[in-house]
């Protein structure tokens, strides 16, 4: 048989004109002339069609395969070329398939079987990673944009997040509109690039957040230390104190004195004096809660992510699969394949860091923020108030799947779980934020120093449950949320009154003291608390509230015991403990959030203050061992 070359024409076609050369095998391959033309040389080569589309195939490979290690961009008419060569090479290579096993004629089975696949998904992958890193680098550049333009306003009323939130959205949504509007093969590690460079601008928006809002911890003030003889202390600075102006609902003016020359005791320090005062605030509830508002919007937006992604890759992954030969098959298997990116490196490495921030994503302590296992809520923070909302990404993880979206789930769904675990943290830790700055913050003068100044009925609790409502209701901040929303805030700021009425009664400062009688007065506080909270069954459920309450129960009963049974309670507690050798300390403040724990021995402590009386008690408990083992 002799050996064909292709005529200098199509050769010399320039490159930019691949298409139509791909249309016109296209058109010759399907064209019904060609069969007949071929039936002439049938009767001395059975396999002449095959061996004549054998020929068509080299022909268009020595034009094609050159063109596609220059290809530098994948516009419109590149695309089109492609997808045209992806439809004639089946064609060509189907017949050929066919008539190479059953061909007796040595030099043309030879021929059959020598043709190889263009390859064209392999070809184009250095293509494709170079056009999603560009997609990259253009969410970088636009974000840091954005955000610094943000002001962080809501865009209405029935759209509490920021315009930021709103366009970051649609800029995700239509890259991946571009990115299978290809309308090629996508291998799975193509995919997974893209899918990290969403992760990677969802975790700089989260990042922004959190430098901007720092720690919490800055709002709280110290603990004011131990005072002793505290009712002798109260008292006479209550006198002096009397006819102050402003109390016992407002702080007197700084620098306040009475007629003798005694000034107002201050136990914390004002806002007004603390080195972040104006940072903090410019950081107003309504900027707060436009934040979170946003986090929760971008973690609505994973859902539709993952359905569209594993929509177009069923739809994709039906149309490669119609096509087993050529570079169809080839791309069946890159589908298949679960291999990482070769062109996917630095991608991980440039995902921003959040872990400088550990202080604003822990936990809380009273709530599930951040686990990544509850659902339910908002903002999909934690199970109780606003259980079975509005988000659906947000209920603890994306839709489960099953069959070939199970795949698709398999390859991308983990990028879009860590997204969506950052993004759920994000949201608790601004809400954390936003409850501090209302208890420690805005109500620090009440909360820290007037709330049960002197004496529990000097200054009850009533008042500032009606700031907590102000703040709920207020509608140019938490106001603008809805209902699910504004309980998971209501959660973060009862957790915070709580932790501040705990701080009253154990680390108050020098001007509070209690006696027995006053926890009748102090239980109706808290039943005001959790009635406001409650909202006659519209707000958070009992259940909840009573868990956020547990310290302050257990300490009411503690206090409503008189102070001998206490002490005596206290010795019998660390007797026992220095007889069972236990290395921490009954009562010595080790669970607590406000106490120090030093970490040493307890059995060391004690040896060291009591003294001979260590090792007598010590002595006394092995002989009664020893006389209970031998009786």
Excluded at 492 to 511: F, K, N, W, Y
Aim: proline share 5%.
């Amino acid at each position: 048989v002799p050996s064909f070359k292709p005529p200098g024409i199509l050769v010399s076609l320039h490159m930019a004109h691949l298409g139509v050369l791909a249309w016109l095998l296209l058109c010759l391959a399907k064209r019904r002339c060609f069969a007949c033309c071929c039936r002439g040389f049938s009767s001395q080569l059975l396999e002449a069609a095959p061996f004549a589309l054998a020929v068509l195939h080299g022909a268009a490979g020595a034009c094609l395969l050159p063109w596609l290690g220059s290809i530098s961009t994948l516009d419109d008419h590149t695309c089109s070329a492609l997808r045209a060569a992806m439809d004639l090479e089946p064609l060509l290579l189907g017949p050929i398939r066919a008539a190479a096993g059953s061909c007796h004629h040595t030099e043309v089975r030879g021929t059959l079987e020598s043709v190889q696949s263009w390859d064209i998904p392999t070809q184009l992958q250095p293509v494709l990673a170079a056009w999603v890193e560009k997609q990259i680098s253009g969410f970088t550049v636009w974000v840091g944009r954005q955000l610094q333009q943000e002001d962080w306003r809501p865009l209405g009323a029935k759209q509490p997040h920021s315009n930021s939130a709103r366009e970051l959205r649609r800029i995700v949504m239509e890259s991946l509109e571009a990115l299978f509007g290809l309308g090629l093969p996508l291998p799975a590690a193509i995919v997974s690039m893209h899918m990290e460079g969403i992760d990677n601008i969802m975790q700089r928006y989260l990042k922004f957040i959190l430098d901007k809002l720092s720690s919490w911890s800055v709002m709280v003030p110290a603990v004011p230390p131990l005072t002793r003889y505290k009712r002798e202390v109260a008292i006479k600075q209550e006198e002096a104190e009397s006819g102050m102006p402003g109390l016992p609902e407002s702080l007197p003016p700084a620098g306040t004195m009475n007629t003798k020359g005694v000034p107002f005791m201050e136990s914390v320090k004002r806002i007004e004096q603390e080195a972040c005062y104006e940072r903090v605030e410019g950081l107003t509830c309504q900027v707060l809660v436009v934040m979170a508002a946003s986090l929760a919007y971008l973690l609505d937006t994973l859902q539709p992510i993952a359905d569209a992604v594993a929509h177009k890759w069923e739809t994709e992954h039906r149309r490669v699969t119609t096509n087993s030969e050529g570079s169809y098959g080839l791309a069946y298997a890159a589908y298949s394949s679960n291999t990482s990116s070769p062109f996917a490196q630095g991608n991980n490495s440039s995902n921003p860091s959040v872990s400088n921030h550990s202080d604003l994503l822990r936990a809380n302590g009273t709530g599930s923020y951040g686990n990544g296992t509850s659902g339910g809520g908002f903002f999909g923070t934690q199970q109780g108030p606003g259980a079975g909302s509005q988000g659906s990404a947000a209920a603890g993880g994306l839709n489960r799947r099953t069959g070939l979206a199970s795949r698709c789930e398999e390859l991308f769904g983990s990028m879009l779980e860590a997204a969506a675990q950052s993004l759920r943290s994000g949201v608790a830790a601004v809400l954390k934020w936003l409850a501090v700055r209302v208890i420690w913050w805005e109500q620090r003068a009440g909360w820290c120093e007037l709330l049960y100044r002197h004496r529990v009925t000097a200054c009850r609790l009533d008042w500032l449950l009606q700031g907590l409502g102000g703040v709920l209701g207020d509608y140019k901040s938490i106001g603008i949320l809805g209902d699910e929303a504004r309980l998971e805030v209501a959660a973060a700021l009862l957790r915070e009154a709580s932790l501040a009425i705990e701080r009253a009664l154990v680390d108050g400062g020098p001007c509070r003291w209690y006696v027995a009688a006053d926890v009748a007065h102090l239980s109706e506080d808290i039943e005001g608390l959790k009635r406001l909270f409650f909202a006659d069954g519209d707000g958070l459920a009992l259940q909840d509230i009573n868990a956020s309450l547990a310290g302050i129960s257990a300490l009411l009963k503690v206090m409503s015991q008189p102070t001998a049974s206490l002490i005596d309670a206290h010795k019998a507690a660390r007797k026992t403990a220095l007889l069972s050798g236990e290395t921490a300390a009954v009562g010595s403040g080790s669970n607590s959030p406000y106490a120090g724990n030093t970490g040493s021995s307890m059995s060391q402590q004690q040896q060291q203050q009591l003294g001979p009386l260590a090792a007598k008690l010590k002595a006394a408990s092995t002989a009664a061992a020893a006389a209970g083992a031998t009786g």
